[in-house]
């Protein structure tokens, strides 16, 4: 990536609390318009990472570069302030105002904001526009939440665990929507516990573990899961469930269709998950 591309530069990046080192010379890019999911442990220093980003805590060492401004002077702008949005890990409180009056207060912060119903109903609280935030689910508050981070259309958008909460379906929408704003140019910053959402979602997925970004790769990528050993599984014509491992998948399936002479029962041919290479690097680091 040509670093004019890039809609943000972290370089040697440090955090630094107490005697411990909470991030630990992280290097990365984002390129723009591109998704890109931050995954690591409890613990492992990615929302310091991304408060960081934000503008919201102050680095201890290291260069960072957001929209092409350094984000501990530049997020008191407003200029930054209409580009950057941003979703906390859980606020999506506002005591006795409706979901209509908070993203149409939270518009007008905003230069060219997006209309507040169109976003209300993106974010699936149509039927909750007139109910008070308190009376909101937990899932819901988060959609609201969402909802605030979108309406000034910003063209960088951080998530910190945006789905948690959320059920499945409502996490499907949920992906929808990013997609949708991916299509639309939206940059977009987001840590995940969930590894399903970062194959759904992202372009490429960073790993941190103990403040140490130790892996970046396209999901289909990551920790050369392309050449693992497949796992072919098929059942025998007298009922029996065989598996087995291999490098050589389609020569092994060759030979199976030649033995059953055509189609092979129930036959399935897996590759480690993102999550399962992803659990063997956290467990490697
Ligand atoms: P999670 O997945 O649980 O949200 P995380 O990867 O976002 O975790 P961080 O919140 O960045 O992790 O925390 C990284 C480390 O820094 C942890 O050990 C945490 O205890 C420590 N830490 C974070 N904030 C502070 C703080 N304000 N003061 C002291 N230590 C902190």
Request: net charge negative; proline share 4%; aromatic share 6%.
């Amino acid at each position: 990536m040509n670093n004019g591309d890039a809609a943000i530069v972290v370089r040697g990046l440090r955090k630094v609390y107490g005697d411990r080192a909470a991030v630990d010379g992280i290097d990365l890019e984002v390129g723009r318009g591109e998704v890109f999911a931050l995954l690591g442990p409890n613990g492992a220093g990615k929302t310091t990472t991304v408060e960081i980003l934000e503008g919201f805590r102050k680095r201890d060492g290291g260069e960072v570069t957001v929209l092409g401004a350094d984000p501990a002077t530049a997020s008191r702008t407003e200029s930054f302030r209409q580009r950057v949005g941003i979703v906390l890990q859980g606020t999506g409180e506002f005591d006795e105002l409706t979901v209509g009056e908070v993203v149409r207060h939270f518009a007008r912060f905003y230069s060219s904001p997006d209309d507040p119903g169109t976003v209300i109903t993106r974010v699936g609280l149509r039927d909750k526009a007139g109910a008070r935030t308190h009376t909101l689910s937990g899932g819901q508050k988060r959609r609201l939440d969402v909802a605030l981070g979108i309406i000034g259309r910003p063209e960088l958008l951080f998530l910190d665990e945006p789905t948690t909460g959320f059920d499945p379906e409502a996490r499907r929408e949920f992906w929808g929507l990013i997609k949708d704003l991916r299509s639309s140019g939206t940059t977009i910053v987001l840590t995940t516990h969930y590894l399903d959402e970062a194959e759904a979602l992202a372009d490429r997925v960073g790993v941190i573990a103990a403040g140490r970004l130790i892996a970046v790769d396209t999901p289909r990528l990551l920790g050369s899961r392309d050449e693992a050993l497949a796992t072919v599984s098929w059942r025998t014509p007298d009922g029996v469930w065989e598996s087995a491992q291999s490098a050589a998948p389609t020569a092994l399936i060759t030979d199976l269709a030649a033995r059953y002479g055509g189609e092979v029962p129930a036959l399935t041919v897996t590759r480690p998950t993102l999550e399962d290479v992803y659990l063997e690097m956290i467990g490697a680091a």
